[in-house]
């Protein structure tokens, strides 16, 4: 018979989940590239201060870490970064990389036994020149560049104004020689691919006020003599993840019926052929450069990525149009897959299985984990079992969530219990049922958590993106004070004991339900924004934009009607505002004018800074004072 559980307050369950357990699961696994039998990818350090590193599985499958401290290979391009490391490929026990340097955002070369050596020049402006979405072909680094150009206040923001431009440039290997530009013209650059004869560069672009998941183009160079044109895509459809076929046609990705699917085109833009029509994603949002969704395999069928919400694994033949899902441990995938032959690497996941570079046998169906983003996972009864849910939310809007019930082994509460109401970040973007420490560090203690997947979250086609489209801080807000309600009416959690939580975009949710709702006993916000005008003017050039597709062109009235900052006489709950003082993107500004504005009022706020944190929390030791800290809080509120 089943142990008898006791009988404890919530929020106060005894758990093995340690803050520092939560601090130390973040390596953010990322990237891998298979070549033979060998597998790379990047990985964070929470210890060592955030710092990226690259790591080696070898083909007698010893690993080791190529970048020794203090090199971090981590891009600062679209300051979200992306692949910032490519192979170089050749035969050796060990290959060479080339990789982009946190510190300075040089390119360097590492070859076995030797320090880094600089491919590119020094910048005259600290960081001035950027580089991701690396490739090394025929003795080149093709590569996306970003270049800040000094214009006298620092700033970067405003919609680019000039300050910032981007092009598509080649590295020679050897190095001593200026990067030679190949593309220019846009805003924005992705997906830099050469055709297999080298004769033509595919990519994609874009331009402001667009963001890559509105609008952009699938355009192919023709090397020998610069010639560009147009082969998909516009202003309204989001082409991604072009790759060759053969030397005259391209695989891409295109949203062009509502939902992310995958096409093949011809190079000089004939009709373009579905795939696989379904109502399903074979794509993320492009937040960061140099992942890709797919990959085509040594007889020609593509290993994909595809389904709603959490991405599937399968193998599509192109010329039948059929889709075959590998049977593998793995629920999810993040959109990143290298191939080589029939063997292909990626980074797989589960509610109950960490986050883990895996490399699978698409013929033979042989899948073996190379590493896992937490080394030693608690007893298997203190993991929530998430179930995905829809919500009826306001005018009868369906509301994506995933729901996860307080679960421990040794405790259990009377009545209903706590929930926090997660919302992501963004706001396009989507949460997954990937294991998260963090929401079992909560879930264990005996407090609920519904991560909500609001209107305009990636992950169930264009329309449901959509609905965000001049509605920021409308929807995302009804959608989150909806899922607050269905627990309440469902009986699954205490109506007096409801929080809501979030980071940047989302940390903009949650400051403005707290202001137009009264259902949440408290709020928690890291580097969320609060204020529009500020905002527009002084964050990073990939978003600067951003903010005319989710609310409109600058409008005082407008503005300050949808920001939490213009609407915080309407807070009345307890918050906790945590922000990093080196952020870039949100700057700090922002949650110290939102604190004030509270602390006016009188209304209980704590706002925490951290030293040296930028837009992610990423020192082990940041991690786990905020973790204590918001633990506390809820402690706190859910008592009163």
Known sequence: MPAERDVLP????????????????????????VLGDEVWWTEDRPAEGGRTTIMHRSADGARRELLPAPWSARSRVHEYGG?????????????????????????????????????TPEPEREAGLRYADLTVRDGQVWCVQERHHDD????????????????????????????RERVSGSD???????????????????????????????????????????????????VLAPQWRDDRHLYLVSDWSGWWNL????????SPQALHPAEEEFAGPLWQLGGSPYAVLDDGRLAVLHGQGDLRLGVLDPDRGTLTDLDLPYDGWLPALSVDGHTLAGIGYGPAVPRSVVRVDAVTGRVEALRRDVDELPDIAYLPAVRTVEIEGRFGRRVHAHLYPPSNPEARGQGAPPYVVFAHGGPTGCSTTALDLEKAFFTSRGIGVIDVNYGGSTGYGRAYRERLRGQWGVVDVEDVISAAEWLAAEGLADPARIAIR??????????????????????????????LGPFVETTHDFESSYVEWLVGPANPALYGSREPLGQAAGVRCPMLLLQGLADPVVPPAQSQTFADALAERGVPCTYLTFEGESHGFRRAETRSTALATELAFYQQIFSA
């Open 10 to 33: 919530y929020a106060a369950w005894p758990s093995p989940i340690s803050t520092s357990d939560v601090a130390r699961s973040g390596l953010h696994l990322a990237f891998p590239t």
């Open 83 to 119: 692949r910032s490391y490519a192979v170089v490929p050749g035969e050796g026990p060990v290959r060479s990389v080339v990789f982009a340097h946190q510190a300075d955002q040089r390119l360097y070369l590492l070859t076995p036994g030797a320090e880094p050596r600089p491919l």
């Open 152 to 179: 006298g206040d620092g700033l970067e923001g405003g919609g680019g104004g000039g300050k910032v431009s981007r092009s598509i440039v080649s590295v020679p290997l050897h190095g001593g020689a200026e990067p």
């Open 188 to 238: 924005f650059y992705a997906f830099p691919v050469l055709s297999p004869d080298g004769e033509h560069l595919a990519y994609i672009c874009w331009n402001h006020p667009l963001m890559p998941w509105n609008g952009t183009e699938l355009r192919i160079t023709r090397l020998a003599d610069g010639a560009s044109w147009t082969v998909k895509g516009g202003p309204s459809e989001s």
């Open 263 to 270: 096409y093949q085109v011809g190079v000089y833009g004939t």
């Open 502 to 531: 979030g980071g940047s975009a989302g940390g903009w949710t949650v400051m403005a339900a707290c202001a137009r709702s009264g259902v949440f006993a408290g709020g928690v916000s890291y580097y969320g924004v609060s204020a």
